[in-house]
């Protein structure tokens, strides 16, 4: 059964910093692409960006809104996706949830995690 | 401004039909696949249809998706009150090289 767990969220000041984790288990986590999606309180989803297999170098891709502030990255070793956060902004507040890839479709994503909040705020 | 654009809400008795369309362009579904969730009061976010009609192991058959040109849509038969719950639709944009979603459907069950 696919298994993801987010951590790290918490309440951090404008400007500030954070890196989310996704612990993975229950899949070849070497083998999937990974996504981080967001979702604002009583908003829709969000798509934060990816990072895709070794084969594909690691590639990522992010939202044009996060762009320049947000690094996905992976520890293929430790089955772990991380979503680091720079420049945090009062918008940016949200739940973020990872999700991994499937389907052959780039927007398939068939497991998600519960999720974890990030509120920006002074 | 969502990319791809859902009606807000929707509504049905128990036992009817009922359709949520998705609206994009040639960059989104008009090349690529759709795929919608169904995202439960206080839950994460559930895949219901994936490549554009098929449904994941699990999903009850009341559940179909369609596609034509650049316009996508889920229906929904037999309705249930379990089915009450937002509704997104979901694409790889190639002009913006990222994923889109639908700004979401809530669907109430009267």
């Known amino acids: 059964e696919v298994q993801l767990v987010e951590s790290g969220g918490g309440l951090v000041q404008p400007g500030g910093s954070l890196k989310l984790s996704c612990a993975a288990s229950?899949?070849?986590?070497?083998?999937?692409?990974m996504h981080w999606v967001r979702q604002a309180s009583g908003k829709g989803l969000e798509w934060v960006g990816r990072i895709r297999i070794k084969g594909y170098n690691y590639a990522t891709a992010y939202a044009a809104s996060v762009k320049g502030r947000f690094t996905i990255s992976r520890d293929d070793s430790k089955n772990t996706a991380y979503l680091q956060i720079n420049s945090l902004k009062t918008e940016d507040t949200a739940v973020y949830y990872c999700?991994?890839?499937?389907?052959?479709?780039?927007?398939?994503?068939?497991?998600w995690g519960q999720g974890t909040l990030v509120t920006v705020s002074s | 401004q969502s990319v791809l654009t859902q009606p807000p809400s929707a509504s049905g008795t128990p036992g009817q039909r009922v359709t949520i369309s998705c609206s994009g362009s040639s960059s989104n579904i008009g090349s690529n696949t759709v795929n919608w969730y169904q995202q439960l009061p206080g839950t994460a976010p559930k895949l219901l249809i994936y490549n554009d009609n098929q449904r994941p192991s699990g999903v009850p058959d009341r559940f179909s998706g369609s596609k034509s040109g650049t316009s996508a849509s889920l229906a929904i038969s037999g309705l249930q009150s379990e089915d009450e719950a937002g509704y997104y639709c979901?694409?790889?944009?190639?002009?913006?090289?990222?994923?889109?979603f639908g700004g979401g459907t809530k669907l109430t069950v009267l």
């Open positions: 999700t991994k890839q499937d389907c052959s479709s780039t927007s398939c994503f068939t497991g």
């Open positions: 979901a694409a790889w944009d190639g002009s913006l090289n990222g994923v889109v």
């Open positions: 229950g899949f070849t986590f070497s083998g999937s692409a």
